[in-house]
């Protein structure tokens, strides 16, 4: 038995190709993270990751810089490999 269920992913069918030397994984927004500021250039992420796409509710969103975010706001990132 495991402690935790799976959760389920909030971008189900986007693939990356094996070609590209990059990864994707999500990063679910929590209170910690917004405790600089909310917009999506002040919570962090490592110089070489891409958010993609927001997942927020059952709408999807394209990033800017300036977006803001919310708590359970689901991030699409790619990063290169060599960082994750």
């Known amino acids: 038995g495991l402690s935790e269920p799976v959760k389920e992913s909030a971008f189900q069918g986007i693939d990356i190709s094996d070609d590209i030397a990059a990864t994707t994984s999500e990063l679910e927004i929590t209170s910690d993270m917004l405790a600089d500021g909310s917009t999506l250039k002040e919570i962090g992420l490592q110089s070489d990751t891409l958010a993609v796409m927001v997942r927020r509710d ?18 699409l990132l790619v990063s290169n490999d060599k960082c994750i």
């Open 58 to 75: 059952d709408r999807y969103i394209v990033p800017k810089g300036d977006t803001r975010l919310y708590m359970g706001d689901v991030l």
